[in-house]
C-alpha cells in the first residue's frame, strides 16, 4: 500500500464513519460501516468478525459493541468467543492470539484466532481496544500497521464522540426529569397525610395503568398516567386534620368540606402543560360519575376526561379492598361485584370492562405493594403470567423460598430485570434505561422494607444480615447511577450483570432460609 493510497483510504473511511456518528448513536452500526470500509482493502486480511471492548474502573474490559459476534448477554459464557479477553494496552495497532474455547459434544475444543488490537483514547486517556480478527498467518507491512494506527485515532475521536454524546442525552433526560420528579413528590407528599405508608398511592397508580392498558391506551397515555395518577388527592392538603384524619364517618357537613379537595387540588395544579393539565383533570374529575351523579361540578359520560375515569375505579377498588379507621377491608369477590354493578352508573362500562380484564395483574400488584406483615403461612393462588421470549435471569423453582407472596416479589423483581435486558438489547435507548432502572430501585426497596417487616415480626434471626446485603444492594444501585453518567455504554452493561448475579445469589443463599419462617410458624410452641 503505498502512502497516498493510505492517506486517501483514511480520509474517506474517516469521512464514511463520521456519517455515521453524526446520525445514529449506535456502536454496532459504526463497526457494520468500518467492516464494510475495510473490505474494500484486501491487503488486509481482516475477517467480518470484530468488538469493541471498553476499559472499566471496575472489571474486565466490557464489550459495547460487536461485528459478526453473538452479543455476549445473547450467549451463555461458555460460548462466548471473547470471554475473558484482556490484553494489554498498547499505544500502536498490534497482533495477538487469543485462545477460543468452544465446547463441543461436551468437550473443550480450543482453537487460535488471531486478532488485530487498535488502542481507543479519550482525553489521552486509555478508553479502551478495537478487536479485529485477522487471517491466521498474516503478517502486515509496517506500512499497514501504521495505517490501522492512524485508523485508530479516526476511531478514537469518533468513538469518544459517542461517549460524549451518551452522556449529554441522560443529562437532558435527568433535567427533564428533575420536573417530573418534583410534580410526583408532591402527590406523594399530599398522601402521607392520611395513609401512613403512602403505599395506597402506589397500588392506585399501578392499577389504574394497568387498567389504562387493558382499555387499550397508548403507551404516552399511560406513562402521564403514572407521573399524574399519584396527585389525584393532591387537594387533601387544604383539609383539615380534624375532618381528615376522623377515624368515624363524616357527618353530612364535613363530608362537604372533604369533597372540595378535588376542586382545591385542580387550583393548585395550574399550568399549562400536558403534565400538569393532565394532573388537573384528574384531581378535579377522579370523583365524577359516569351517570352525572359525582362531583365537584357533576359532569358525566366522555365529558370527564378518560384518565379520570380509569383512576376512580382503581381509586375505589383499593380502599374497598383495604382496611381504614372506619371500615374493615372488603373480600375481593365483594369487592368485584360492587364495581360490576355500578358499570354505567358510577363507573365507564368500557374502563370497568378493562379492569376486569387487568383483574390477574391487578391483584398481582396488590401482592407487590403490600404494607401489612406478611404471613408466611398465607397461600396467594395468582394466575399464571404470560412467558417472555427475552430472558436474562431465569426463575426456577430451586429459588422458592416456600412464602408465596416473597416468591411473587422476587419474580417481579426477576421481571424488571429482564425488561432491562430488552431495553439495552433493542437499544430502547437512555430515557427507558432511566425509566426501567428506576422502577427497579424503586420497587426492590418496597421489596426488602416488606421482607424486613416480616422478619422482625417473627424475630428473625438472620435480620441482620439481611438489612446489610439489602443496604449494600441500594448503595451499589446508587453508584451505578453516578457510573452512567460517567460512560453509559459500559455501566449498562454491568448493571446488568451485577444484578444478575446479586439477585440470584442473594435470593439461593440468603432469601431462601426465610423457609425456615414457615416452619416455625406451624410447629406449635412445644416448651
Ligand atoms: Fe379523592
Ligand atoms: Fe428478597
Ligand atoms: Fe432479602
Redesign the pocket.
Same mark, same amino acid.
Given at each position: 500500500m503505498h502512502n497516498n493510497d493510505k492517506l486517501l483510504e483514511i480520509s474517506k473511511l474517516v469521512f464514511e464513519l463520521t456519517m455515521v456518528g453524526s446520525t445514529d448513536n449506535d456502536l454496532d452500526v459504526l463497526l457494520e460501516q468500518l467492516f464494510s470500509v475495510l473490505q474494500k482493502l484486501p491487503t488486509l486480511q481482516i475477517q467480518s468478525k470484530g468488538a469493541i471492548l471498553m476499559f472499566s474502573p471496575r472489571s474486565k474490559p466490557v464489550r459495547v459493541a460487536q461485528y459478526g459476534l453473538k452479543p455476549f448477554w445473547a450467549t451463555d459464557e461458555k460460548h462466548d468467543e471473547l470471554n475473558g479477553f484482556a490484553h494489554p494496552f498498547n499505544e500502536q495497532a498490534t497482533l495477538a492470539t487469543i485462545s477460543i474455547h468452544t465446547p463441543s459434544y461436551g468437550q473443550q475444543q480450543s482453537s487460535v484466532q488471531q486478532v488485530c488490537i487498535l488502542p481507543l483514547y479519550a482525553n489521552q486517556q486509555p478508553l479502551g481496544q478495537v478487536l479485529l480478527f485477522t487471517a491466521q498467518d498474516w503478517v502486515p507491512s509496517g506500512n499497514e500497521l501504521e495505517f490501522l494506527t492512524d485508523l485508530s485515532h479516526a476511531l478514537s475521536s469518533i468513538i469518544s464522540r459517542f461517549l460524549l454524546n451518551a452522556t449529554l442525552r441522560l443529562r437532558e433526560i435527568e433535567l427533564e426529569d428533575a420536573r417530573t420528579e418534583a410534580i410526583r413528590r408532591l402527590g406523594t407528599a399530599s398522601e402521607y397525610r392520611d395513609n401512613e405508608t403512602g403505599m395506597h398511592v402506589m397500588r392506585m397508580t399501578n392499577i389504574a395503568g394497568a387498567i389504562a392498558k387493558a382499555m387499550g391506551l397508548s403507551e404516552d397515555q399511560r406513562e402521564i398516567l403514572l407521573i399524574t395518577a399519584p396527585m389525584h388527592d393532591v387537594g387533601k392538603i387544604g383539609i383539615a386534620d380534624a375532618i381528615l384524619l376522623k377515624p368515624d364517618r363524616l357527618t353530612t357537613d364535613e363530608f362537604d368540606i372533604m369533597k372540595t379537595h378535588t376542586e382545591i387540588g385542580g387550583r393548585l395544579l395550574k399550568g399549562s402543560d400536558t403534565l400538569i393539565a393532565t394532573a388537573r383533570d384528574i384531581a378535579l374529575c377522579h370523583h365524577e360519575n359516569w351517570d352525572g351523579s359525582g362531583y365537584p361540578k357533576g359532569i358525566s359520560g366522555e365529558d370527564i376526561p378518560v384518565l379520570a375515569r380509569v383512576c376512580s375505579i382503581a381509586d375505589v377498588f383499593d380502599a374497598l379492598m383495604s382496611n381504614r379507621p372506619y371500615k374493615d377491608a372488603w373480600a375481593l369477590e365483594r369487592t368485584v361485584a360492587y364495581i360490576k354493578t355500578e358499570s354505567g352508573k358510577k363507573f365507564d362500562p368500557a374502563a370497568v370492562n378493562a379492569f376486569d380484564k387487568a383483574l390477574p395483574e391487578i391483584l398481582r400488584i396488590r401482592e407487590l405493594y403490600r404494607e401489612d406483615v406478611i404471613d408466611p403461612t398465607e397461600v396467594v393462588n395468582l394466575p399464571e403470567l404470560p412467558v417472555r421470549e427475552t430472558r436474562w435471569i431465569c426463575w426456577d423453582e430451586s429459588l422458592s423460598v416456600g412464602i408465596a407472596v416473597?416468591d411473587e416479589? &422476587?419474580r417481579y423483581l426477576f421481571d424488571l430485570v429482564n425488561d432491562l435486558i430488552d431495553v439495552v438489547a433493542n437499544k430502547m435507548g437512555a430515557r427507558e434505561l432511566g425509566r426501567v432502572l428506576k422502577a427497579l430501585g424503586q420497587y426492590a426497596q418496597i421489596?426488602f422494607q416488606a421482607?424486613e417487616r416480616m422478619m422482625q415480626q417473627y424475630n428473625y434471626p438472620r435480620l441482620d444480615i439481611q438489612v446489610t446485603q439489602h443496604q449494600h444492594f441500594l448503595t451499589r444501585m446508587k453508584e451505578f447511577n453516578e457510573e452512567l453518567h460517567q460512560n453509559p455504554l459500559i455501566a449498562q452493561f454491568e448493571i446488568l450483570v451485577y444484578l444478575r448475579d446479586w439477585l440470584v445469589a &442473594?435470593?439461593r443463599d440468603e432469601?431462601t432460609q426465610l423457609s425456615a419462617l414457615v416452619w416455625q410458624a406451624t410447629t406449635p410452641y412445644r416448651g
Amino acid at each position: 500500500m503505498h502512502n497516498n493510497d493510505k492517506l486517501l483510504e483514511i480520509s474517506k473511511l474517516v469521512f464514511e464513519l463520521t456519517m455515521v456518528g453524526s446520525t445514529d448513536n449506535d456502536l454496532d452500526v459504526l463497526l457494520e460501516q468500518l467492516f464494510s470500509v475495510l473490505q474494500k482493502l484486501p491487503t488486509l486480511q481482516i475477517q467480518s468478525k470484530g468488538a469493541i471492548l471498553m476499559f472499566s474502573p471496575r472489571s474486565k474490559p466490557v464489550r459495547v459493541a460487536q461485528y459478526g459476534l453473538k452479543p455476549f448477554w445473547a450467549t451463555d459464557e461458555k460460548h462466548d468467543e471473547l470471554n475473558g479477553f484482556a490484553h494489554p494496552f498498547n499505544e500502536q495497532a498490534t497482533l495477538a492470539t487469543i485462545s477460543i474455547h468452544t465446547p463441543s459434544y461436551g468437550q473443550q475444543q480450543s482453537s487460535v484466532q488471531q486478532v488485530c488490537i487498535l488502542p481507543l483514547y479519550a482525553n489521552q486517556q486509555p478508553l479502551g481496544q478495537v478487536l479485529l480478527f485477522t487471517a491466521q498467518d498474516w503478517v502486515p507491512s509496517g506500512n499497514e500497521l501504521e495505517f490501522l494506527t492512524d485508523l485508530s485515532h479516526a476511531l478514537s475521536s469518533i468513538i469518544s464522540r459517542f461517549l460524549l454524546n451518551a452522556t449529554l442525552r441522560l443529562r437532558e433526560i435527568e433535567l427533564e426529569d428533575a420536573r417530573t420528579e418534583a410534580i410526583r413528590r408532591l402527590g406523594t407528599a399530599s398522601e402521607y397525610r392520611d395513609n401512613e405508608t403512602g403505599m395506597h398511592v402506589m397500588r392506585m397508580t399501578n392499577i389504574a395503568g394497568a387498567i389504562a392498558k387493558a382499555m387499550g391506551l397508548s403507551e404516552d397515555q399511560r406513562e402521564i398516567l403514572l407521573i399524574t395518577a399519584p396527585m389525584h388527592d393532591v387537594g387533601k392538603i387544604g383539609i383539615a386534620d380534624a375532618i381528615l384524619l376522623k377515624p368515624d364517618r363524616l357527618t353530612t357537613d364535613e363530608f362537604d368540606i372533604m369533597k372540595t379537595h378535588t376542586e382545591i387540588g385542580g387550583r393548585l395544579l395550574k399550568g399549562s402543560d400536558t403534565l400538569i393539565a393532565t394532573a388537573r383533570d384528574i384531581a378535579l374529575c377522579h370523583h365524577e360519575n359516569w351517570d352525572g351523579s359525582g362531583y365537584p361540578k357533576g359532569i358525566s359520560g366522555e365529558d370527564i376526561p378518560v384518565l379520570a375515569r380509569v383512576c376512580s375505579i382503581a381509586d375505589v377498588f383499593d380502599a374497598l379492598m383495604s382496611n381504614r379507621p372506619y371500615k374493615d377491608a372488603w373480600a375481593l369477590e365483594r369487592t368485584v361485584a360492587y364495581i360490576k354493578t355500578e358499570s354505567g352508573k358510577k363507573f365507564d362500562p368500557a374502563a370497568v370492562n378493562a379492569f376486569d380484564k387487568a383483574l390477574p395483574e391487578i391483584l398481582r400488584i396488590r401482592e407487590l405493594y403490600r404494607e401489612d406483615v406478611i404471613d408466611p403461612t398465607e397461600v396467594v393462588n395468582l394466575p399464571e403470567l404470560p412467558v417472555r421470549e427475552t430472558r436474562w435471569i431465569c426463575w426456577d423453582e430451586s429459588l422458592s423460598v416456600g412464602i408465596a407472596v416473597i416468591d411473587e416479589h &422476587h419474580r417481579y423483581l426477576f421481571d424488571l430485570v429482564n425488561d432491562l435486558i430488552d431495553v439495552v438489547a433493542n437499544k430502547m435507548g437512555a430515557r427507558e434505561l432511566g425509566r426501567v432502572l428506576k422502577a427497579l430501585g424503586q420497587y426492590a426497596q418496597i421489596h426488602f422494607q416488606a421482607e424486613e417487616r416480616m422478619m422482625q415480626q417473627y424475630n428473625y434471626p438472620r435480620l441482620d444480615i439481611q438489612v446489610t446485603q439489602h443496604q449494600h444492594f441500594l448503595t451499589r444501585m446508587k453508584e451505578f447511577n453516578e457510573e452512567l453518567h460517567q460512560n453509559p455504554l459500559i455501566a449498562q452493561f454491568e448493571i446488568l450483570v451485577y444484578l444478575r448475579d446479586w439477585l440470584v445469589a &442473594h435470593i439461593r443463599d440468603e432469601d431462601t432460609q426465610l423457609s425456615a419462617l414457615v416452619w416455625q410458624a406451624t410447629t406449635p410452641y412445644r416448651g
